[in-house]
């Protein structure tokens, strides 16, 4: 069975030593957030994931959820519902909601951490209070106050759970498609009406009632994606002043089977003249649900690095557990049988793999993390313009780097397993099998790609890749007459020259032809994350060298730079080769003739 | 759920037009293997895997083998015994064994697309008749007359069925360190005791007796590798004179839970007291264990390339049904509710990175299987020593890069169905799952990357891939003058060229260090695969021009090629950096400074 461990000392060095957490914190007036209070909850979160969420993750994915046809009840795996009392005793709900709506008030970035620890712990158990944060986002920005009053504090103490109903059978990625219908009536409410599919959490066993966010048409609404308004539609009705009514129009309609996080309850979910409140305008549900959409989306990034990080640390063990064959170039453990496999190049190329994307990439996903309560608790107006512009930029990469990185970690990892990572009991295969949704749900990677390329960047006209630049160079100015990270500074210099360049070639291509857009955005999306990691990776040399950390720690990242910068980062040459062969090569097939 | 039509019409072009296996058959020999012959071989072989076993791929995956405790049997999933019957029944068998023990003499070239299919409609059934293969080639070079007439003739007419017993729980890739024993007995055979693991078909209930070549240590065998014998254990004991006796001393101990092939058995086997016949020389097993591996490497690559076919197909129909958004550049089916999903440019380049790795991958896999025939039939001692060499080189990079495409395309064919991928239903995640194996089993990835650059290119001085660059610029010096072929000749020319002084320059740094091998090993392996597909589509497009094919498909080939030149040949420069980085970014950690 795979083994979790939380990365403390990575975790610790991301947040202090490279994000300043500490300062941000003091100066965004987080006046709680002292670096004491972190790193207790950083203990804190450590051990429950350890020690209540990561042994139950086998059990969840071999029990799964179950499904009651005669009731549409859900029934969880075994010591799931426990799992979720202990962490809404614990406090952990709320921990970075308003202290007004009975949360922590902590800054996101001191609480993106525990995220990545239930994600590595237990990935299916986390998708419960998930969405939580959704609905808790939404109604924080477009719900009136008797919907806060009545909705938000049982979603932020964990009372309740969160769902965001906008897939329908024909239609995912396309939400100007969808037909669930609202009918208004007299007492304000409407009627819904619908099948929504994919819903994370749609039913269970954790908690009384449910809270779905729900999109759907208005009767005389626009056509397309300007008609879609957004409706709370709770499992048990409520009224207005917060008295709990009966059983509401809603109903599981079955469970889907699927590849993996079997312990995640993946809904049907039917409304028939369901009892629900327009949260927000008539009409502009879409951008409501936007707004909810960028949070999930980083958090499914989180997804994907948990999974790679859980996963490293397996394949680490196994790897220095393992003895088969001897070194190439000599025994290295004369009194063993064989060498330790972490011996042969090939293992360490697939283990250095792993680190660097999972160090680097926890930099990422942090970074964002940060901006967000930049954008909330900044004083100056400016820096939120900017926050902003560059967590808009960011969000898209985050997503999808995070989410196929923790799919190529994963895979690296079960590798070092050979045969024994196909086998169940060693758990790698679940961690696999887990991982491959997060590339899918929240916008698939494609979809991240266009969102980066053409909303992001061509049509805000590169502002956040501006702002990021703008980061970059202040790093290698800052370091432009250090020798020891020269090596990195100038190759990041470069790259992020060419990054430029590249853009603004796109830009002028797509003039003449918007297919251009479609046909870059994938490369220019891994273009942009492997620059970002470049970046981080440079950083991070800098910030171990300023700091108290062991020697060992200092070298390490040092060594692992120098693997990314050699062996990683060069993977942007083919991004660069894609984009610039622009998309005659993609668009030239007829698509009747591509049988074979 | 996924469905699957066998490719003729490219399964055609590539042994007809590309390959040109008419001629080749009458050339060697197998005179019998006339074009007719071949393209009713071809159809029945569709007509059979499509019909049969392909709708049993899902139920295989449903229900899996079961494993009786009290009496070891294993239960097979329902329909795949009656399947196995009716492959029996047909004859498909022994389709490229020889007549003198049964079988159809069919050249290994003609009966290569039956393999590809069955792995296409049912990977998991497709395993139980694979061994035999192994075991048969076993026997007919190494076996005595006594072996082959009475172990061979049932295995060549399937009526018994084969396995080879090699892993241990301690050892895989370091067969060196097994412990399994063998000790004479007065009548000739030996007593084999010990475990073995990851026994694909070791036990199974589609014949009475199942042949297993077991590798073991005689009683003063030498330590390691150059003390292993190869003996061959019926699950039923035969004398020499061919009369089945009582139960011999095997036992199925457990089936394996695994992320996929769950229709195929793969099973713990325990050996107590079991009567053995010693095959081949004493402490020679493991040569003669190589012998059947290589035969069988190009089995599992093909396996990868059949799964990878049949996502891609699925992909394809799904892209086209699919109706989601509107193509960027306008509007292209106003008259439904929104475009089909192949309009847009990033889902075309999933779908042209499937067609151009499956299309180029078939021909790849073919060809190694060309040469099996050339070395076995051919006249001419010369072209028989070249082709050896040339098949010892391609047989690591057929297995690993077939294989590993066949994880990427279902990959990509999964992500195609968007979250509808991740669902059991369509089928997709099962590909998926199915993939996964075939870059571990019989050797992974990263053995086959070792095998191609220690074994194959460094102690074999390059024999095989001379071979290779010469049919490449024979191919270019034909072309060098043809307006049409230049854009795909002068690339290829130019790589051609850097791959030779690659290898040089690995060479040149291997002599100051040997782990240089094991570092440039993996890169070293995708480079010659990716030249070795850009020389197969840049012969497709010549191929295809001088047939009289359709003008569609000639430019379907065409623009797949373009494909391929622009947007995957490409990966060869993160290849070649890697390469160039050298050993230093990948040894330098002390392997206790790996932790985060």
Chains 1, 2 share one sequence.
Not at 495 to 520: C, F, H, N, P, V
Request: charged fraction near 20%; proline fraction near 4%; hydrophobic fraction near 40%.
């Amino acid at each position: 069975m795979s083994t979790y461990n939380a990365p403390l000392q990575d975790i610790r060095f991301a947040l202090h030593e490279v994000l300043g957490a500490e300062a941000l914190f003091a100066r965004l007036g987080f006046n709680e957030a002292t670096r004491d209070i972190v790193d207790a909850v950083l203990e804190e979160s450590a051990r429950f994931t350890e020690t209540v969420l990561a042994p139950l993750n086998r059990v969840g994915d071999e029990v799964g959820c179950s499904y009651d046809k005669a009731t549409g009840a859900v029934t969880t795996p075994p010591g799931f519902k426990e799992a979720y009392a202990q962490f809404v005793d614990g406090g952990w709900s709320g921990l970075a909601s308003p202290v007004e709506f009975g949360g922590q008030g902590m800054p996101h970035l001191a609480a993106i951490p525990l995220k990545e620890m239930i994600d590595a712990a237990n990935l299916a158990w986390g998708n419960f209070p998930l969405l939580s944060h959704g609905a808790t986002e939404a109604l924080l920005h477009h719900g009136q106050a008797w919907q806060q009053e009545v909705f938000l504090k049982p979603l932020v103490d964990g009372r309740w759970t969160g769902t965001m109903c906008l897939t329908e059978p024909h239609c995912g990625t396309d939400l100007g498609l969808l037909r669930t219908r609202a009918v208004p009536r007299d007492d304000g409410s409407h009627a819904i009406s619908g099948t929504k599919i994919f819903i994370t959490a749609g039913e269970h066993d954790f908690t009384d009632n449910i809270v779905h966010l729900v999109l759907a048409r208005l009767p005389d609404a626009p056509a397309g994606s300007k008609g879609i308004s957004m409706f709370i539609v709770p499992k048990l009705r409520m009224d207005r002043d917060g008295n709990v009514g009966e059983r509401n129009g809603v109903r599981c309609g079955a469970l889907e089977h699927k590849m993996g996080i079997h312990g995640s309850a993946t809904c049907v979910m039917n409304f028939d003249d369901a009892q629900g409140w327009l949260i927000g305008e008539p009409n502009k549900g879409l951008m409501a649900m936007f707004t909810m959409m960028n949070t999930a989306r980083l958090a499914v990034g989180l997804q994907g690095l948990g999974l790679a990080d859980r996963a490293y640390q397996n394949a680490l063990r196994y790897s220095r557990e393992r003895l088969q064959m001897r070194s190439l170039s000599g025994t290295k453990f004369p009194d063993k049988p064989a060498d330790p496999i972490i011996v042969h190049p090939d293992v360490r190329r697939m283990l250095l793999t792993q680190k660097a994307l999972v160090e680097g990439g926890r930099l990422l996903g942090y970074h964002a993390a940060s901006l967000v309560d930049v954008i909330a608790a900044s004083g100056d107006a400016e820096e939120r313009t900017q926050a902003d512009a560059l967590l808009g930029f960011l969000t898209p990469i985050t997503k999808a780097c995070l989410t196929e990185w923790g799919v190529e970690c994963t895979y690296h990892a079960l590798q070092c397993f050979g045969g024994h990572g196909y086998i169940a009991e060693h758990g790698m295969e679940q961690l696999a099998r887990d991982a491959r949704i997060t590339t899918l749900y929240e916008g698939t990677t494609g979809i991240q790609a266009l969102d980066l390329m053409g909303r992001k960047t061509m049509q805000l006209q590169g502002a956040g890749l501006r702002v990021f630049l703008g980061i970059v160079e202040a790093f290698c100015k800052a370091y432009e007459n250090d020798e020891g990270l020269r090596e990195f500074v100038e190759p990041l210099r470069a790259s992020a020259g060419e990054w430029q360049a590249l853009t603004q070639a796109i830009g002028k291509r797509a003039m003449a032809d918007a297919d251009e857009i479609g046909a870059a955005a994938y490369d220019y999306l891994f273009y942009s994350g492997y620059m970002a990691l470049a970046y981080w990776w440079a950083r991070s040399v800098a910030a171990a060298d300023a700091s108290s950390q062991p020697q060992a720690f200092k070298d390490a990242k040092r060594e692992t730079a120098r693997f990314y910068f050699t062996r990683i980062l060069p993977r942007t040459l083919v991004h660069k080769a894609a984009i610039e062969s622009g998309a005659a090569p993609l668009m030239a097939m007829d698509a009747n003739h591509f049988d074979s």
